[in-house]
């Protein structure tokens, strides 16, 4: 028995100290958890008593600065608001400026307008004098001011000259807690990031959006020309806009074809795209041409080259027949002028006489007619042909 206590008393003590400690863990593992309880039940009454507070200020702000929305419901009682601004002081205190966007991304296409919202909240009871509202585009490369208005005043000095006459504060919508700016006649180089900040006596904020200028690929000029070598037809299509797309080529049965193509940049900050493929003039095929988001065309061979060919033909008998008919009123009027001419030479007039059967459109001014003398002649040089009356004439 001695031996049995001697030699299990250290397994005993072990045991015990084992059970010891695991007793000791669930301990622990309780208080952790009666934590975690206790920290949510406070976020969660923090929570509550937030929106508490939120929803005092708002019904004292329609109180307050819109007591005609309740006009209809009760008898104003402004002892009443006066008594539950003093209880929630310390609540509505705690409410600093917050803003919020109407959407994080906007698009539009090159021309249009778009408006660009930016919320913010509690209200002034003083919208225009303590509200100053301001708008920029920002990037790592630039920062422009778009939009500034501070006391209901607008800040010309702080608009950038590319957004003169283009963007606008929508003041309307100043009293319901909104700073949308809009932006007409958009152009390419407007994409990017914009920020909304917004400042009154309860504080300031800040939102950032992004704004994306497109220009669809709306109209696509094809051509056709005949190639170098002979037997081949060169089909290319041509197109704006931005930003740059892939254009795919295929015949009439969807096989894709490999096509060379080249992309420029315009003083309008569109993209310039130029796609050809070289197919045989014999071969009855439709190609077409697709542009990435926008449009396509397609070429009809041979038909369209049998039609081009006749529009071509066209082209050439309008305009010879149009130089004909210059060249044969041009000869006309050269000999109605030389039989006037010699008719003239012919027959003693008097000055006036001859400058007016030379010109018999044009009649001189009345003080004109009045320096006829001697040197007559001289006098009846007229504007439109006085190389035909001169003395030399008469």
């Given at each position: 028995m001695v031996l049995y206590n001697i030699l299990c008393s250290p397994t005993n003590i072990l045991m015990?100290?084992?059970?010891?400690?695991?007793?000791?863990?669930?301990?622990?593992?309780?208080?952790?958890?009666?934590?975690?309880?206790?920290?949510?039940?406070?976020?969660?009454?923090?929570?509550?008593?937030?929106?508490?507070?939120?929803?005092?200020?708002?019904?004292?702000?329609?109180?307050?600065?819109?007591?005609?929305?309740?006009?209809?419901?009760?008898?104003?009682?402004?002892?009443?608001?006066?008594?539950?601004?003093?209880?929630?002081?310390?609540?509505?205190?705690?409410?600093?400026?917050?803003?919020?966007?109407?959407?994080?991304?906007?698009?539009?296409?090159?021309?249009?307008?778009?408006?660009?919202?930016?919320?913010?909240?509690?209200?002034?009871?003083?919208?225009?004098?303590?509200?100053?509202?301001?708008?920029?585009?920002?990037?790592?490369?630039?920062?422009?001011?778009?939009?500034?208005?501070?006391?209901?005043?607008?800040?010309?000095?702080?608009?950038?000259?590319?957004?003169?006459?283009?963007?606008?504060?929508?003041?309307?919508?100043?009293?319901?807690?909104?700073?949308?700016?809009?932006?007409?006649?958009?152009?390419?180089?407007?994409?990017?990031?914009?920020?909304?900040?917004?400042?009154?006596?309860?504080?300031?904020?800040?939102?950032?959006?992004?704004?994306?200028?497109?220009?669809?690929?709306?109209?696509?000029?094809?051509?056709?020309?005949?190639?170098?070598?002979?037997?081949e037809l060169v089909l290319s299509c041509r197109s704006e806009g931005y930003p740059a797309a892939t254009v795919a080529w295929e015949d009439a049965s969807g096989q894709n074809l490999n096509a060379s193509t080249a992309i420029v940049s315009t003083v309008d900050q569109l993209f310039r795209i130029t796609t050809q493929i070289r197919v045989e003039s014999s071969q009855k095929n439709n190609y077409t041409c697709r542009f990435a988001g926008g449009s396509s065309a397609t070429f009809r061979i041979p038909d369209e080259t049998q039609l081009q060919k006749e529009n071509t033909d066209s082209i050439v008998v309008i305009r010879v027949a149009f130089g004909t008919f210059i060249g044969i009123a041009l000869i006309i009027f050269i000999v109605v002028l030389i039989s006037l001419r010699r008719k003239g030479n012919g027959t003693k007039k008097k000055p006036l006489s001859v400058c007016l059967s030379v010109c018999p459109s044009v009649r001189p001014s009345t003080a004109e007619l009045g320096k006829l003398g001697p040197r007559g002649p001289e006098s009846c040089r007229f504007w439109m042909f006085p190389f035909f009356c001169n003395t030399a004439d008469i």
């Open positions: 015990n100290i084992i059970l010891i400690e695991r007793e000791r863990e669930r301990e622990r593992e309780r208080e952790r958890e009666r934590d975690k309880i206790g920290i949510i039940l406070w976020v969660w009454w923090n929570w509550r008593l937030y929106k508490h507070c939120i929803r005092v200020r708002l019904i004292l702000d329609e109180l307050t600065f819109s007591p005609h929305k309740f006009r209809h419901k009760f008898q104003m009682n402004w002892s009443i608001v006066l008594i539950l601004q003093v209880l929630f002081q310390p609540c509505l205190q705690a409410i600093s400026l917050t803003t919020v966007v109407e959407r994080v991304s906007y698009g539009a296409e090159l021309g249009g307008e778009v408006v660009m919202g930016c919320r913010f909240y509690p209200l002034s009871p003083y919208p225009h004098k303590d509200l100053a509202v301001a708008w920029h585009q920002i990037s790592p490369a630039s920062y422009r001011g778009v939009y500034r208005m501070d006391g209901g005043q607008e800040e010309a000095p702080f608009q950038h000259p590319d957004f003169r006459e283009r963007a606008t504060l929508l003041t309307e919508e100043i009293k319901d807690g909104w700073a949308k700016l809009q932006v007409s006649s958009l152009r390419i180089n407007d994409t990017g990031t914009y920020q909304c900040v917004v400042r009154t006596t309860n504080g300031a904020d800040y939102k950032k959006v992004k704004l994306t200028v497109t220009a669809p690929y709306k109209t696509v000029r094809k051509d056709i020309s005949k190639s170098a070598r002979g037997g």
